[in-house]
């Protein structure tokens, strides 16, 4: 019991550090009609690290992470500017850029015999294994972040905000994977986009209720964390919009 303590808890305070950005940028993406962003700067935040790991730099974590967001800061800008040149057919465009990035990552790690491994760890991530150094580090991004985004998102513009978005999808991408950033963005602001009062605590219920329930799921029964999580957060989201239609 006290082996499995010592991988969840990591693991459960990485998830409450992504719900922490992730909610409420979830809810402006939601509100902006850019539902595919996350997927498309994950992606290319992940394209950073593939590079940087190409360059054979990832024994140097602090350049792989500048890399990485980076990468992240140019997507921004490019779905800022398709925001504003194309705001009809933008998802068009942002989903186009997801696809792109994805399969360019592909084709550069197509000689890497690991490349399997390097693929599923993007995707879903290797949450059991976070370590203190990353939830150190991550936690000061996003108290940083939060207090920006608090005092100044008013001020930030289209830009700004896909700058801070960028900033935030980096940082847990690198935790928890492409997939499991989706749910968390998602999943909790459409679960109670019809819940005007109190929709932040209602969100965070969601949120915290599907990484507690995914993370012991896949201890239980020796399933994949990340995969386990998003199927957590999909039955916590469900649940709690019945729950509210009955009301």
């Known amino acids: 019991m006290n082996i ?10 990485a998830g409450l550090l992504v719900l922490a950005t992730h909610i409420p940028f979830g809810v402006r993406v939601l509100q902006r009609g850019v539902i595919f962003a996350d997927l ?35 997507g921004a800008a490019l779905l800022a500017w398709i925001e504003r040149r194309a705001p009809e057919v933008k998802e068009a465009y942002i989903g186009l850029t997801f696809v792109l990035a994805a399969s ?11 490349a399997g491994e390097h693929l ?13 150094s990353q939830l150190i580090a991550t936690a000061l991004l996003t108290a940083a972040l939060l207090v920006v985004w608090k005092f100044f998102r008013q001020h930030l513009g289209d830009l700004g905000f ?7 999808i980096t940082a847990s991408v690198q935790l928890v994977g492409i997939y499991l950033v989706f749910a968390s963005l998602i999943v909790p602001a459409l679960a109670t986009y019809r819940q005007p009062k109190r929709r932040y605590l209602f969100a965070f219920a969601v949120g915290i209720t599907a990484y507690a329930l995914g993370l012991l799921t896949s201890v239980w029964f020796d399933l994949p964390a990340g995969a386990a999580i ?15 239609r009955t009301n």
């Open 230 to 244: 998003v199927c957590a957060m999909a039955i916590s989201g469900i649940s709690f919009t019945m729950l509210k």
């Open 120 to 132: 599923q760890d993007m995707l879903v991530g290797q949450i059991l294994w976070v370590n203190d």
């Open 162 to 168: 896909y700058a801070l978005f960028a900033l935030a």
């Open 4 to 13: 499995e303590l010592d991988i969840l808890l990591p693991a459960f305070l």
């Open 104 to 114: 360019l990552g592909i084709l550069l790690m197509s000689r890497d015999v690991h």
């Open 40 to 74: 498309a700067v994950a992606q290319i935040a992940g394209l950073g690290v593939i590079i940087a790991e190409l360059l054979g730099l990832l024994e140097q974590p602090v350049l792989v992470q500048l890399i990485a967001a980076g990468s992240a800061l140019g």
